[in-house]
């Protein structure tokens, strides 16, 4: 067995998904070869990852002005505008929370007033769903990654509503923030990811009321994985309480995520 692990391709090794399942190490030549195959995989996909976000970049501010206003747009646009002339802000239903309109009139107070400025904060806020992916690697595994990453950045919706002065895109991202925040609390019982998901859910409902479907969707999965997680921890009679609740995660790809670095 052990022979076996040792000649193990070493291009199905790194295009393993996942990555947290223990493999041992190759010795004498093959290290070699191993080596050299991680360093060209390695330059690929960073080549790619920055072809993909230059690509990213482009569609979401290229002629970002042509377009006429949306008549959504031009709600968020007057009361943004009447906020930065000074008038006050006043709650509008319509509109949802009231981020979107504060950040567009700092925005037009720094910047002027134009119809590129006016979409800079969704362009700019779309960009937080790419930040957000980051933490999600080590959900999806590299190649899981690397497709949501392309999947990202051309898909037709996602780069319509980047352009588009409303919430869906920096909720969007906001959202991904949270449910990262939510599973790594979960997962490490550290108390700072709970902070975050805390600030990720206070952004989110000052975006949009409908959060609270997305956090009653997160309080049932919540609650399937905690007594998941009393059912096995009864059985298996473990030694640390620090295993429960979390460990039920279900859907997480390896062996052992747990034990990575945070």
């Not at 991202?173 to 599973?183: I, K, M, S």
């Amino acid at each position: 067995l052990d022979v076996m692990e040792q000649r193990e391709d070493p291009l199905r090794r790194l295009l393993r998904f996942g990555g947290s399942a223990h493999v041992s190490r190759p010795r004498g030549n093959d290290s070699a070869g191993v080596t050299a195959a991680a360093s060209w995989y390695q330059s690929r996909t960073m080549l790619l990852v920055g072809a993909v976000l230059l690509f990213a970049l482009f569609v979401r501010f290229y002629a970002l002005a042509d377009k006429p206003l949306h008549h959504d747009e031009s709600l968020f646009a007057y009361y943004s505008f009447y906020l930065a002339q000074g008038y006050g802000y006043t709650y509008q239903p319509i509109l949802h929370g009231p981020i979107l309109e504060h950040v567009t009139a700092l925005t037009f107070l720094l910047f002027g007033d134009s119809d590129f400025t006016m979409r800079l904060p969704a362009a700019i806020g779309s960009l937080g769903l790419f930040w957000a992916l980051l933490g999600w690697r080590r959900y999806l595994g590299r190649n899981g990654a690397l497709v949501a990453l392309v999947l990202l950045a051309f898909s037709p919706s996602l780069s319509y509503y980047s352009r588009f002065l409303r919430n869906d895109a920096p909720y969007l991202a906001a959202t991904f923030w949270c449910a990262w925040a939510v599973l790594r609390a979960f997962d490490t019982g550290e108390r700072r990811y709970f902070w975050h998901a805390g600030m990720a859910a206070t952004v989110m409902f000052c975006m949009m009321e409908s959060s609270i479907f997305f956090f009653a969707a997160c309080v049932g999965f919540l609650a399937v994985a905690v007594f998941t997680d009393w059912v096995c921890f009864r059985r298996r009679g473990a030694a640390s309480p620090r295993e429960f609740p979390g460990h039920a995660v279900f859907f997480t790809p390896g062996l052992s995520v747990r034990s990575e670095a945070p």
